[in-house]
C-alpha cells in the first residue's frame, strides 16, 4: 500500500513532467531538419566467429551485398553529412552456427555527434553461418582430350590425397579434388603443379570460393608414350665452312627433295619438320660441289628406306667495281716534242666477278694517252686502258685530260777544234 500511495502521490505533476519531456523533445526535433540520405551504405559484418563461413547473404554475389537505404536523420545546417557519416554493422557474435540454421540480428546504424538518425531499412537481417569442417578427399588427374597417337602413364601426384575446408554444407557435396592437365600433340612429358578445383560426384564444380585444398596445388607428372607414325618431310642440306673468296651459294638442289622419317612422336618433334643431311664441306670452292651423303637423323627416327642424297651446292661469284688510281703514259711520243699532261693520273672503275677482280694485280694498270699524231699546241685527248678477259671498263675519271705540245729546244752547235 506505501508503494502505491508513492506511485500516485502527486501524479498529476509527474504526467506533466514526462509531457513537458515530450513536448520539448519534439520541438528540438522540429527546430532542425529532417532530410533523408539518397544514396545506399554497405553493411559489414563484425565478429564472425572463426570457425564459421557466412553463407547467407552470400558475399560473394554482387547483387546480394546487403545495404542501408532510406535513411532518414536530422541533423543542424552546419554539419557536413557525407557518406562517410554513416556505417552499418551486424554483429555476428551470438548468431546461431549450425547449417541451414537462419538468425534474425540487428542492423546497427551508427553516426556522429551532430547527425540523429530516426529511421532506415533494414533494421533487421537474416543471416545464416555455416560450420568450417574439414575432409579429406582424394586428387584425380584429367587429361582432357588427349591427341591421337598419344598414350599418357599413370599420373604420379606430391600428394594422393588433400585437407578440403570449409562451410558444413559445401564440404559435404565435395567429392574429389580436380587437378586438370594438358597432353601437347608434340608427345612431350608433363610435369607441372596444378591448382586443384573441387567436384562433386557427378563431375560437376562445388563452389570453389568455399572451399580451401590443403595444399592448394600438386606436382603432376605423367609420361607420355606415343605410337610410332610416318611423316614425309623436305629433306634439308647442311653445309659447312666457306667457298673461295670472292664466292657464294646462289642455289642448292637436292634429290629427293623429301624423304619418309618414322618414330614417335615426341622423337618426330625434334625434326622441327626438317630432315637434315650429313654435313656437306665446301671449302675452298670455286664452282659447284656435288656430293652424295646421307640424313643426319635423331635418335629414335629411322627413314622407311635409307636413302642417299644427292646435294649439288651452286656457286657464283656477284658482281662488284673497284676504282684504282693509275698513272697516265703518253703512247706514240716524239722525240723532238715535249708532252706537258694536265694531270699525272686518273681513276680507273673496273667491274666484274668479285673473284676475277680479287686475282686482278691492278698495279699493272695504266692510263694510255695517245699523242702520236699531236701537232705543237694544246689538245684534248682521251684516256685508254687495257684491260684483261673478264674484267670490263666502267669508267675513267677524269676521261679527257688536255695535253700541250711543244717543240724541243735545238741543241747548240759543237765547238770547233783551234789550229795547233
Known amino acids: 500500500m506505501r508503494v502505491l500511495r508513492f506511485i500516485f502521490r ?8 514526462v509531457v513537458l519531456a515530450i513536448i520539448l523533445y519534439v520541438g528540438m526535433i522540429f527546430l532542425q531538419t529532417t532530410q533523408q540520405w539518397p544514396g545506399t551504405i554497405a553493411i559489414e559484418f ?8 557466412l553463407m547467407k547473404p552470400d558475399l560473394s554475389l554482387a547483387n546480394s551485398l546487403p545495404t542501408v537505404s532510406n535513411i532518414r536523420y536530422v541533423a543542424a545546417p552546419d554539419v557536413p553529412v557525407t557518406r562517410d557519416s554513416f556505417r552499418a554493422t551486424v554483429d555476428l557474435a551470438n548468431a546461431k552456427v549450425g547449417e541451414n540454421v537462419d538468425t534474425l540480428v540487428k542492423v546497427k546504424l551508427d553516426a556522429p555527434a551532430g547527425i540523429q538518425i530516426l529511421d532506415y ?54 567429392a574429389y579434388a580436380d587437378a586438370q592437365i594438358r597432353i601437347d600433340a608434340s608427345g612431350l612429358d608433363v610435369s607441372q603443379d596444378v591448382v586443384l578445383v573441387a567436384h562433386d560426384a557427378t563431375g560437376a564444380v562445388v563452389d570453389s570460393g568455399k572451399v580451401t585444398f590443403s ?19 623436305p629433306v634439308n642440306p647442311i653445309t659447312v665452312n666457306s667457298p673461295a673468296a670472292g664466292y657464294v651459294i646462289s642455289s642448292v638442289d637436292v634429290n629427293p627433295a623429301v624423304v619418309a622419317v618414322q618414330g614417335q612422336a615426341d622423337a618426330l618433334a625434334l625434326l622441327k619438320g626438317l630432315a637434315n643431311t650429313q654435313p656437306i664441306s ?4 670455286t664452282g659447284d660441289v656435288t656430293k652424295t651423303v646421307g640424313l643426319d637423323l635423331p ?7 635409307v636413302p642417299q642424297i644427292t646435294v649439288t651446292v651452286h656457286l657464283q661469284s656477284p658482281p662488284s667495281t673497284r676504282s684504282v688510281s693509275v698513272g697516265l703514259v703518253p703512247e706514240g711520243a716524239r722525240s723532238d716534242r715535249i708532252y706537258s699532261l694536265s694531270t699525272p693520273s686518273v681513276t680507273i672503275t673496273i667491274g666484274g666477278a668479285t673473284a676475277a677482280l680479287n686475282a686482278f694485280d691492278t698495279s699493272t694498270l695504266v692510263g694510255v694517252v695517245s699523242v702520236g699524231g699531236l701537232d705543237v699546241g694544246t689538245h684534248s685527248v682521251i684516256v685508254t686502258t687495257a684491260l684483261p678477259p673478264g674484267i670490263k671498263l666502267v669508267g675513267i675519271s677524269p676521261s679527257q685530260i688536255t695535253v700541250t705540245v711543244t ?3 735545238t741543241p747548240p752547235p759543237a765547238p770547233s777544234a783551234s789550229p795547233t
Do not use: C, F, M, Y
Open 215 to 233: 595444399p592448394r596445388t600438386v606436382h603432376v607428372a605423367v609420361q607420355v608414350v606415343s605410337q610410332s607414325r610416318t611423316e614425309t618431310v
Open 282 to 285: 665446301i671449302a675452298g670452292a
Open 10 to 17: 502527486s501524479w498529476p505533476l509527474k504526467i506533466g513532467a
Open 121 to 174: 531499412q533494414p533494421q533487421q537481417l537474416t543471416v545464416a553461418l555455416d560450420p568450417v569442417v574439414h575432409k579429406q578427399v582424394s586428387v584425380q588427374v584429367d587429361t582432357g582430350a588427349v591427341p591421337s597417337a598419344l598414350q599418357p602413364g599413370t599420373p604420379v601426384l606430391s600428394a594422393s590425397t588433400v585437407d578440403a575446408s570449409g562451410a558444413a554444407s559445401i564440404v559435404r557435396r565435395v
Open 46 to 53: 563484425v565478429n564472425q566467429p572463426a570457425t564459421a563461413v
Open 407 to 409: 717543240n724541243a729546244p
Open 299 to 305: 635418335s629414335g627416327v629411322a627413314a622407311e628406306e
